[in-house]
C-alpha cells in the first residue's frame, strides 16, 4: 500500500517560517517525481515545487527565492522549507509522488496570520 504523509503545517506570522515534510512508502522513493501542491480556500490545488529523481527544481514564480524543496532519498522523504511566510501562502499542502501513478499525501494546513 503506498501512503504519503506530511507533517509540519501549522500557524505562523507574516515573515515566519516552516518545515514541511513528506515520507513515503510501499513503492521506490528514489523513482519518483516528488512535488507540493497547495489549495486555498476555494481555489484550485496548484503546484508549488516539484523534484525529480535527478534533482531538478522546479518553483512557481510566487515562492522563488523563499521556499526551497529537498529529498532524502535514503529517508524517503520530501522537504519544503518555506521561508518570508506570506498571508497568500495560506492553505493545505499536499505532498505528491509520481512514477507510473501519481499519489496524493492527506494534506497540512498552512496559516500565516498578517
Known amino acids: 500500500q503506498v501512503r504519503l504523509v506530511e507533517s509540519g503545517g501549522g500557524l505562523v506570522q507574516t515573515g515566519g517560517s516552516l518545515k514541511l515534510s513528506c515520507v513515503l512508502s510501499?513503492?521506490?522513493?528514489?523513482?519518483?517525481?516528488m512535488a507540493w501542491y497547495r489549495q486555498a480556500r476555494g481555489n484550485e490545488r496548484e503546484v508549488v515545487a516539484t523534484?525529480?529523481?535527478?534533482?531538478?527544481?522546479y518553483y512557481t514564480d510566487s515562492v522563488k527565492g523563499r521556499f526551497t524543496i529537498s529529498r532524502d532519498n535514503g529517508k524517503s522523504t520530501v522537504y519544503l522549507q518555506m521561508n518570508d511566510l506570506k498571508p497568500d501562502d495560506t492553505g493545505v499542502y499536499y505532498c505528491?509522488?509520481?512514477?507510473?501513478?501519481?499519489?496524493w499525501g492527506q494534506g497540512t494546513q498552512v496559516t500565516v496570520s498578517s
Open positions: 505528491s509522488a509520481r512514477w507510473r501513478e501519481i499519489y
Open positions: 510501499g513503492i521506490k522513493f528514489s523513482l519518483n517525481d
Open positions: 523534484i525529480s529523481p535527478e534533482e531538478v527544481i
